[in-house]
């Protein structure tokens, strides 16, 4: 069964629901703060499921969407290859081992929260995870080449929205809907062309 579109004859695509379950719940142990690092290298590059734009596209969807982004791409990616079952099997092997372990963290940090060791653990596994996260980001930058929109005015949207989060501290829902809406129309536009 083929997922997304482009080049279908290249991707692979999970064989099972049970592959499928396995491969998102190794994603989930994999990451700890953030497992879109991982997920791009594992969907993208290790098993060839996606090409980069095909999940550049799920990873703008996801992000649009409420709740947490890789979530929502472990659903919609489980929905293209198997439909439901592939969606909730996609969300079962993301969030099942993590939720134990988690609950297990949890109780074991109300016994240890004060002991300087694992506040230092806790804030150097933060630092791992932004690095990550920016590694990723950079990785995707290549997808700007292929972008409707061009390269310019990619970069300077990514830039608007970076400068009225970061720097001026407005709320990125109403960022994304503003200079998402005009992402779109620009996109739209030169794709009717």
Do not use: H
Not at 31 to 41: A, K, N, S, W
Not at 108 to 122: C, H, K
């Amino acid at each position: 069964m083929g997922i997304g579109t482009g080049t279908l004859e290249t991707l692979a695509a999970p064989a099972s629901l049970r592959e499928l379950f396995f491969a998102f719940n190794r994603l989930a142990l994999q990451g700890f703060g953030g497992v879109l690092p991982v997920t791009q290298r594992e969907l993208v590059e290790r098993r060839r499921w996606l090409t980069q734009e095909q999940f550049v596209e799920m990873l703008a969807v996801s992000q649009v969407l409420p709740g947490p982004n890789v979530v929502n791409l472990a659903l919609m990616f489980g929905d293209r290859a198997f439909g439901m079952r592939g969606a909730f099997t996609a969300l079962a092997g993301m969030l099942l081992a993590p939720l134990v372990i988690v609950l297990a963290l949890a109780a074991l940090y109300g016994q240890f929260a004060q002991v300087p060791a694992v506040t230092g653990a806790l804030r150097g596994m933060g630092a791992v995870a932004a690095g990550l996260v920016i590694a990723t980001g950079l990785k995707l930058l290549q997808t700007f080449k292929r972008n409707p929109m061009g390269v310019p005015i990619s970069v300077a949207l990514a830039a608007a929205i970076l400068l009225a989060t970061a720097w001026l501290r407005w709320p990125l829902v109403w960022m994304l809907l503003g200079l998402g809406a005009v992402a779109i129309a620009i996109a739209w536009s030169r794709l009717r062309r």
